[in-house]
């Protein structure tokens, strides 16, 4: 049984400004910011919620953030709801992305720009650690518990990192290997 939710977004205008907060905190990746702002700060979810949406969003096409925006958006408002939620995904990144272009294109060659976007990829790489790390005690309630889940987790660190497999025949076995596993456990 999931735990009541204490907050909702009151309005469109509230659920937009969140998203758009939202996005506009994160670079490279927004899914720690997305627990925080959303688990923590706005209590929109549980974090039980948080990681049986995420879940669902990574399995679904597209940046799992942006999948994770429509659901919640959906949950509060339906379509109109998902819409307004990808809207604030999405419009000032847009902008934003478009300008930097614009500038980059006359900076591409500068080292300090080079090593500024390698900077921020390892960024990127720790805040998704560590949201790992934080959601940690959400596994305690989940069907695969958490030896196996931080089994698969190590399984897909080894396949992808140092085996170079490619990302869906991971995703296809291992996803697979989870979805199966829980699905018997729940039976």
Known sequence: MKAARLNRPTSLLQLFLAFTRLALQGFGGV????????????????????????????????????????????????????????????????????????IYG????????????????????????ATGIKLLPALKTSPLGRPLALGLAAAAFVLIALLRWPLFQVLALLGGTGMLVAWWRLR
């Open 31 to 102: 899914l720690a910011v997305a627990q925080r702002e959303l688990v923590e700060r706005l209590g929109w979810l549980t974090k039980e919620e948080f990681v049986e949406t995420l879940a669902i969003a990574q399995v679904l096409p597209g940046p799992n953030v942006v999948n994770l925006s429509m659901m919640i958006g959906d949950r509060f408002f339906g379509l109109r709801g998902a819409v307004v939620a990808l809207a604030g995904m999405l419009s000032a990144p847009a902008v934003i992305v478009l300008g930097l272009a614009m």
């Open 106 to 129: 006359q900076l591409a060659q500068h080292p300090m720009a080079v090593n500024a976007l390698r900077g921020m990829g390892a960024v990127s790489a720790g805040l998704i650690l």
